[in-house]
């Protein structure tokens, strides 16, 4: 047999390749390869990109201060779940408040997510990790989503501002973003972290002792009463007012909050963190969160960890939210950066008030 000249074998080759590219696609097509996935590492970009590379932070909520206290479970959690945390028991708690955005020292009066972050601790061992925010839905519902709607929204380098038609571009396509932000605009707004309500906005599945599957979220509502601030007065306000506020509530006394479990009912969307249930669902009132000391977050336990939120007791298991997993690799990037990285004090370790008021 004689070899195929060297044309020949060129041509060959061209043709494997057609058809390689061609099975492939058939492949993708066919759902037999994943097509094209964010990485965690493109989405921390992303926020690096909208807010400033700043070492040694948090890439997004990159203000906060560390809390400690308990969860006092009432036992009503222990008909949706077998997770341990839901005994008639107290459970030790670490935490973080937080406000939303990459920027360490940025003014606590502007329209942003306030945050509560916790890892309820089971006698076990076992930890429930959560990071909360005051909203009851999310502005995207999906990673892609949140990545472009990062890119649309950080600022041109030429004017230091975002580009309005992208924007417009944006919104234009992501109708439930521009929903968000018009409730945002709209809704009253706290005076305080200690009187506002955090929500888990992603659902979630409960397993009980039976190996039933309850389809939940959850919040955490204040038992300091709801006060609006005026929002015409927010900038006005000293830069850490929210951070101050708090501390100097926790120097007097600790803040309570009720954790109540909402059930989801069949057709709710439990893939959509844009979407809310209705009001009228299944309402538990499951037990009480304890906050009673606040550190700044070089002194506490919260600096050197994520919220992940796929950190789960057996008994309770991520749902079909796809904002979920990406979440979780995200979380771990952004603590892989930060943690090799030297940075500044944070806002609260330079704030002498706060200083002066920790217990
Ligand atoms: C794809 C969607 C999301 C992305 C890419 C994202 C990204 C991030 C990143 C990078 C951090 C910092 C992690 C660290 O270094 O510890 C973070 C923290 C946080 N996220 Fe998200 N997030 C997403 C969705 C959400 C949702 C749906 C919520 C609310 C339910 C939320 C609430 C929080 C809170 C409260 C923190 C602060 C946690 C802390 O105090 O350590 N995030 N997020």
Known sequence: MTRPTFPVALRLLGIGAVL?????????????LPPHRLGPDTIVDALEAHDGRHPGFRRA???G??????????GNGALLSKAGIFARTDSPVIGRFSTGGGQPYAPDGRLAFRSLALSLIQANGEQWRMALDDTPMFPVATPQAFVDFQRA???????????PARV????????????????QQESPLSTSFANDTYYSINAFRFIDDTGKTWMVRWSFEPETPF???????????PANFLFDDVIARLAGSPLRWRLIVTIAEPGDATDDATKVWPAER???????????RALVEEDGACRNITFDPLILPAGIAPSDDPLLPARSGVYASSLARRGGEHGQPSALAKDPQARRAQP
């Open 282 to 292: 299944r309402r538990i009132d499951v037990g009480t969160l304890v906050i009673d």
């Open 168 to 183: 417009d571009g944006y919104m234009a396509a992501h109708p439930e973003t521009r929903a968000f932000l018009r409730w």
């Open 153 to 163: 929204t950080a600022p041109d380098p030429k004017t230091g501002k975002p580009d």
């Open 65 to 74: 201060l560390c809390i400690q206290g308990s969860f006092l479970g009432n």
């Open 20 to 32: 390689l590219v061609l099975s492939a696609a058939f492949a993708v097509a066919a759902g037999w």
């Open 61 to 63: 909520h990159a203000k």
């Open 227 to 237: 006060e609006a601030i005026d929002k015409a007065t927010l900038g006005a306000r």
